[in-house]
């Protein structure tokens, strides 16, 4: 199948106090306000090839408001659109977002909110922002935590293998591993990807009546030990580690998970592989192999169960679930 879709080249998230969120993205997380409009705030990491990673938007609680990915080309992008529309999704075109050409904006099945595009200029740096290397689209951020481009985002969803199967029959992505319970043939985690990365979008089970729910956004960094220097930076200023930095199993990189003003979590990653086999076949995990923390040697918290907006019901993770969601999801009774 040809590839249709590039890779993530930014989210809209939202927070109840903008200010609050976006100060601690410049001043504690290295990112860069490019632009303000509509009660919303672009930023940029350093080292991405568009204008803006993250649209910090106001909103009554942490969430999701839109991922938005890159076609693989133009008539990549109709045919993506012609699949949507085929599998009865309508959507809508818009050619007023900043910073981007025509795009096509549409709510997936489980309540996501997604936008595709192909005409995206590249991002040219503003005086006093050049890199001296040519191929780095402006310099090194002189934070000490800064990331280099934002990475992936993990969304939650009540049906993990079903939300993979659309994702992949639908827009092409590659379903690259699974999580099941011990126990159980209970999927509680998948990773897919649209290109070498191990993964640009993950999935963990969600039981609650909140659809389009998100775990957490993720940023990237070029070395394990920038994993290390952010957290000593983020405790050093009053923002506590909520887990690592260890090493997935799933995918092999480097973690740090902590939370921004809205609680919102977001993640820190580095390491990982390159995955370029075509005919790849997702291999499932149980959660004593490693599948969230390969060393095995420590628990992580329950905290890392939550996701965004708060809701009433439990998700899960790579690491598994809770008693109580263990409970409901093998329990043939349960009304869910």
Same mark, same amino acid.
């Given at each position: 199948?040809?590839?249709?879709?590039?890779?993530?080249?930014? *989210?809209?998230?939202?927070?109840?106090?903008?200010?609050?969120?976006?100060?601690?993205?410049?001043?504690?997380?290295?990112?860069?306000?490019?632009?303000?409009?509509?009660?919303?705030?672009? *930023?940029?990491?350093?080292?991405?090839?568009?204008?803006?990673?993250? #649209?910090?938007?106001?909103?009554?609680?942490?969430?999701? $408001?839109?991922?938005?990915?890159?076609?693989?080309?133009?008539?990549?992008?109709?045919?993506?659109?012609?699949? =949507?529309?085929?599998?009865?999704?309508?959507?809508?075109? &818009?050619?007023?977002?900043?910073?981007?050409?025509?795009?096509?904006?549409?709510?997936? @099945?489980?309540?996501? &909110?997604?936008?595709?595009?192909?005409?995206?200029?590249?991002?040219?740096?503003?005086?006093?922002?050049?890199?001296?290397?040519?191929?780095? @689209?402006?310099?090194?951020?002189?934070?000490?935590?800064?990331?280099?481009?934002?990475?992936? #985002?993990?969304?939650?969803?009540?049906?993990? &293998?079903?939300?993979?199967?659309?994702?992949?029959?639908?827009?092409?992505?590659? =379903?690259?591993?699974?999580?099941?319970?011990?126990?159980?043939? #209970?999927?509680?985690?998948?990773?897919?990807?649209?290109?070498?990365?191990?993964?640009? *979008?993950?999935?963990?089970?969600?039981?609650?009546?909140?659809?389009? +729910?998100?775990?957490?956004?993720?940023?990237?960094?070029?070395?394990?030990?920038?994993?290390?220097?952010?957290?000593?930076? *983020?405790?050093?200023?009053?923002?506590?580690?909520?887990?690592?930095?260890?090493?997935?199993?799933?995918?092999?990189?480097?973690?740090?998970?902590?939370?921004?003003?809205?609680?919102?979590? =977001?993640?820190?990653?580095?390491?990982?592989?390159?995955?370029?086999?075509?005919? !790849? &076949?997702?291999?499932?995990? +149980? @959660?004593?192999?490693?599948?969230?923390?390969?060393?095995?040697? !420590?628990?992580? @918290?329950?905290?890392?169960?939550?996701?965004?907006?708060?809701?009433?019901?439990?998700?899960?993770?790579?690491?598994?679930?809770?008693?109580?969601?263990?409970?409901?999801?093998?329990?043939?009774? $349960?009304?869910?």
């Amino acid at each position: 199948m040809t590839r249709l879709l590039s890779h993530l080249i930014s *989210l809209e998230i939202t927070t109840p106090d903008v200010e609050s969120s976006v100060a601690f993205y410049v001043e504690r997380f290295g990112l860069r306000v490019v632009d303000r409009a509509d009660g919303k705030v672009y *930023l940029r990491c350093w080292g991405d090839h568009y204008r803006h990673s993250v #649209v910090v938007a106001p909103g009554p609680d942490a969430g999701l $408001a839109d991922m938005t990915w890159r076609a693989d080309s133009e008539a990549a992008l109709d045919e993506l659109v012609g699949r =949507v529309e085929a599998a009865g999704i309508q959507g809508v075109w &818009r050619d007023d977002l900043p910073a981007q050409g025509r795009t096509f904006t549409f709510v997936g @099945p489980f309540g996501h &909110r997604m936008s595709l595009v192909w005409d995206v200029p590249p991002f040219v740096a503003e005086a006093g922002y050049e890199s001296t290397y040519p191929d780095r @689209p402006e310099r090194r951020s002189s934070h000490g935590a800064a990331p280099r481009f934002l990475d992936h #985002v993990t969304i939650a969803a009540s049906d993990v &293998r079903g939300f993979a199967q659309w994702y992949s029959d639908v827009l092409g992505f590659r =379903v690259m591993a699974f999580t099941d319970l011990e126990d159980a043939p #209970v999927t509680v985690f998948s990773v897919l990807t649209t290109n070498e990365k191990s993964h640009d *979008l993950g999935i963990v089970i969600d039981t609650s009546a909140t659809a389009g +729910r998100v775990h957490h956004i993720a940023f990237w960094a070029d070395h394990p030990e920038d994993l290390n220097r952010a957290a000593d930076i *983020l405790i050093e200023n009053g923002t506590p580690i909520e887990y690592g930095p260890s090493v997935h199993g799933i995918g092999e990189q480097n973690f740090l998970y902590f939370r921004e003003p809205s609680s919102l979590r =977001v993640e820190l990653n580095s390491g990982g592989y390159r995955n370029y086999v075509p005919d !790849w &076949r997702a291999r499932t995990w +149980r @959660p004593s192999q490693g599948s969230n923390d390969f060393f095995r040697n !420590w628990h992580m @918290p329950d905290s890392m169960m939550d996701a965004f907006p708060t809701a009433a019901g439990m998700a899960g993770t790579e690491d598994g679930v809770s008693p109580q969601l263990h409970e409901d999801l093998t329990n043939p009774w $349960a009304v869910r």
